[in-house]
């Protein structure tokens, strides 16, 4: 009688630990919408920028992508176990936020900044990139309109005032300067050099946006003055734009950043991408 039980015991044991086992595998198997859609297609779709920038996104004579965030968006796919295809049809960085919120890419890694109007329609990861806003001034304009480049005197100023197009930068400065007339121009390189030419007195820009128009234009060194903006509460946090829908993509995201991937900041960008300013 004895025997019987215990075999009888060993066999439901087996059969529950088998049906356990295929419990546990159809779980594993199972994952949220937003992540099964990328699973099933094998890619994850990132939105970025048609424009090069350096060191952020860059291609070579042969169409190869590379550069911080194009490192970024292949370490999260390869975390995510699939592929990577970037949508490389924006124009400005708002366009990249529309083709995410569409839903036309899983992702926008492209150098983006979390503005209110942008998070409307997508969420935001928490920041990976941290740069300090810095205002350019043409020395002549701003020795006949007396800025001095602070913050206060920009406030009060009246004249005129460059942005690009589809940027962050020109919401940020008609905060900045509410009674000043905004001037949009159609990208960032034509907006540095309206400052410079005197056709604007002033722009605002990020670090990294500065340093390279100061690389790629270097004649224009002389005619420009730069105040980085070093208030915390205004700083220019770079963050993945992702589908207002992928609430489980965002929290992956986001602990993968955790996890892997120390904020950076302007300093770091320029010693790790180093040999980029030099080719």
């Known amino acids: 009688m004895l025997r019987i039980f215990v075999l009888t015991l060993l066999l439901v044991c087996t059969l529950g630990g088998q049906a356990f ?39 070579d004579s042969n169409g190869k992508l590379y550069g911080n ?38 992702i926008g890694l492209s150098a983006l900044s979390r503005t209110l109007a942008r998070a409307e329609r997508v969420q935001f990861s928490r920041p990976y990139v941290v740069l300090r806003p ?17 913050l206060p005197r920009m406030a009060s100023f009246n004249g005129l005032v460059g ?24 990208d960032w390189h034509e907006t540095f050099r309206a400052v410079a030419e005197g056709r604007v007195a002033a722009i605002f820009g ?36 992702v589908n207002s829908q992928s609430v489980h993509l965002l929290g992956f995201i986001n602990l993968y950043l955790d996890m892997n991937y120390p904020t950076r900041k302007a300093d770091d960008l320029l010693r790790i991408y180093a040999p980029y300013y030099k080719k």
């Open 206 to 241: 990020d670090e990294v946006g500065v340093k390279n128009s100061l690389v790629r234009f270097p004649e224009h060194s002389v005619e420009l003055s730069t105040s980085p903006i070093d208030n915390p509460a205004m700083a220019d946090n770079l963050s993945i734009a």
């Open 21 to 59: 086992g295929q419990g546990a595998a159809a779980v594993s198997a199972t994952y949220p919408p937003d992540i099964q859609k990328i699973k099933d297609r094998g890619q994850l779709v990132v939105a970025m920028l048609a424009r090069d920038l350096i060191p952020m996104f860059m291609s």
């Open 69 to 106: 965030d194009v490192d970024l968006a292949k370490a999260i796919a390869d975390a995510l176990g699939v592929g990577l295809t970037f949508d490389r049809s924006a124009q400005t960085f708002n366009g990249v936020v529309d083709i995410v919120a569409s839903g036309q890419a899983d």
């Open 163 to 186: 942005a690009p197009k589809g940027n962050a930068y020109l919401d940020f400065a008609k905060k900045v300067s509410p009674k000043a007339t905004i001037v949009e121009f159609s």
């Open 134 to 150: 810095v205002l350019i001034l043409n020395r002549i304009s701003a020795t006949k309109y007396n800025l001095d480049g602070s």
